[in-house]
């Protein structure tokens, strides 16, 4: 089943996406709705005619939302949530790894990635998580750790295990790489050369 990931550029995109859902009778899971409630990090579900799904998360841990739109039809249900909501597109998402110089930019490129969970290896977003990873700020380690496990590009796994001995981490981000390493499966990217 196809599934695209698409970051809106509004922070609170929910209201014009249940819009958007009623225009075009997609309908709510109501189970979803019930639990958002109680989340940190909500997320709503429709189901589109013909079985595809959209779903939002509202991530706390990103401080972002996504959309994640699945099913046969999926590049339809893409095009038609990005024409009623504007998202990064994969070369802005580049750039903004690109130019983060302060700490405070490159936490949020690097969550941006994560948000949008490129399946393909980059070497662009490959340098700025292995360069947030060896960074001596915490915040950045791990929200480079957040990029890496959104991404799960097997390329990653080998720096996340050196994290877990890295006289330059700390205890927390230590100990959330290890979970990863516990936690994720390492599928996508390609596999490394050499």
């Known amino acids: 089943m196809a599934e695209i990931r698409l970051v809106p550029r509004d922070p609170k995109p929910s209201d014009t996406l249940s819009r958007l859902a ?14 958002a ?30 959309v994640v739109v699945a099913g046969a039809e999926a ?3 893409a095009a038609v949530v ?12 580049l750039d903004r790894l690109s130019v983060a110089c302060s700490a405070a930019d490159r936490i949020a490129a690097l969550h941006l990635v994560a948000a949008a969970a490129v399946p393909h290896y980059d070497q662009t977003i490959y340098t700025a998580v292995h ?4 960074d001596p700020n915490s915040l950045i380690q791990l929200a480079a750790l957040a990029a890496a496990f959104y991404c ?29 390493l516990g936690l994720t499966h390492w599928d996508r990217g390609s596999k490394p050369h050499g």
């Open 22 to 35: 009623k225009r075009h009778g997609w309908k709510i899971d109501k189970k979803f709705t019930r639990a």
């Open 37 to 66: 409630r109680w989340e940190e990090s909500p997320e709503y579900f429709w189901r589109v005619e013909g079985g595809s799904t959209a779903k939002l998360v509202q991530s706390a841990a990103l401080n972002r939302c996504y």
């Open 75 to 77: 590049d339809t249900l």
């Open 82 to 93: 990005q024409d009623a909501i504007p998202t990064f597109a994969p070369a802005e998402i």
């Open 131 to 134: 360069a947030g990873l060896e």
């Open 152 to 180: 799960r590009w097997q390329q990653f796994e080998p720096l996340i295990e050196r994290m877990t001995t890295s006289p330059h981490a700390g205890g927390n981000v230590k100990e959330i790489a290890s979970n990863l």
